[in-house]
């Protein structure tokens, strides 16, 4: 979630140089270039999310176990094409959520919002919480259709849609325009606290890297060393949403477009706490961490060239 207006990355320039419709677009596209590399560690999360849903643990097969194992699981069942599952989907998503984000960020640089104490948070927030609205229908397709494998190796509840435009119109068509904001109240969370942690330990984090002189100051693997130390903090708030998330998106619904394992985000948690346990907050952790330090590293790289290109 690279939001780094008001701490640039070692080695970039003042992005004040660059207008929000221009930010809009170059930060749209260099999350979308990060997700084709991503997006695999994505399928194998979705996968380990929905694992054992509304089961007690112990009481249910795992036909994924651990990152590495499940990434070989995923390649067995769907191919090697499988590990990259909704993924037009997920830039479709990335594209939505990155450019109103960035957009609504950088109207907040502008009118100097960010120089106020708690203001990159509560920018960072607000925006990400933006973004996340309007990028929910791409996420619920996203997750649907990653879900979905081979009977053996199914986990979760099984859409069978085809393609991205099948998907949504299989919604729209069954469930009308709400159907594709279902699962919305667990996203939104989800994005917000992401980007304030992101946002509150990011620069704070590369600043210590500095500090220790462990690489030369204008190197990229400064930026790369503060990411993955932040994300630490981004994945230990994020990831209870984030499980959260993928079962209100994934969750069969009644002919009124009601889900019918869950009511909404409250309820999704004390079932999954209930039911299989605190730790199961936590399902997807790995591959969770492992995608968004180079998720966030390979966005900020992409939109730091692109900016050099667009000047």
Not at 92 to 99: D, E, T
Not at 183 to 208: E, Y
Not at 270 to 280: L, N, S, T
Request: glycine content about 10%; overall charge positive; charged content about 15%.
């Amino acid at each position: 979630m690279p939001l780094t207006r008001a701490e640039p990355a070692a080695g970039t320039e003042d992005t004040r140089a660059v207008s929000p419709a221009v930010d809009l677009v170059l930060g749209a596209s260099a999350c979308c270039l990060a997700c084709v590399f991503t997006n695999p560690l994505e399928v194998v999360k979705t996968r380990l999310q929905l694992q054992g849903e509304l089961q007690a643990p112990g009481t249910y097969p795992q036909p994924y176990r651990g990152f590495v194992a499940s990434i070989a699981a995923v390649a067995r069942a769907d191919g090697l094409s499988g590990l990259q599952k909704g993924l037009a989907a997920s830039l479709l998503y990335q594209g939505l959520m990155n450019s109103v984000r960035f957009y609504c960020y950088s109207l907040a640089c502008q009118a100097g919002l960010t120089q106020q104490p708690g203001g990159t948070v509560i920018a960072g927030a607000v925006a990400g919480a933006l973004g996340a609205f309007v990028g929910s229908p791409a996420y619920l397709v996203k997750t649907q259709l990653q879900a979905q494998t081979v009977a053996e190796m199914a986990v979760g509840h099984q859409h069978h849609h085809q393609s991205l435009l099948g998907a949504m119109e299989t919604i729209w068509r069954q469930q009308g325009l709400a159907g594709l904001w279902r699962g919305v109240g667990g996203a939104v969370p989800r994005v917000m606290v992401g980007s304030a942690a992101q946002l509150a330990t990011f620069a704070s984090a590369k600043a210590w890297v500095q500090e220790r002189q462990w690489l030369p100051e204008d190197s990229w693997l400064v930026a790369l060393a503060g990411g993955m130390i932040s994300s630490v903090a981004v994945v230990a708030v994020m990831t209870p949403f984030d499980v959260v998330s993928t079962r209100l998106y994934n969750q069969p619904v009644d002919g009124a477009g009601r889900g019918l394992l869950y009511r909404g985000l409250a309820d999704c948690l004390v079932k999954i706490w209930r039911q299989e346990g605190p730790p199961a907050l936590y399902k997807g952790l790995g591959p969770a961490y492992l995608r968004l330090g180079p998720h966030t590293i390979l966005s900020m790289l992409f939109w730091d060239e692109l900016r050099k290109l667009a000047r």
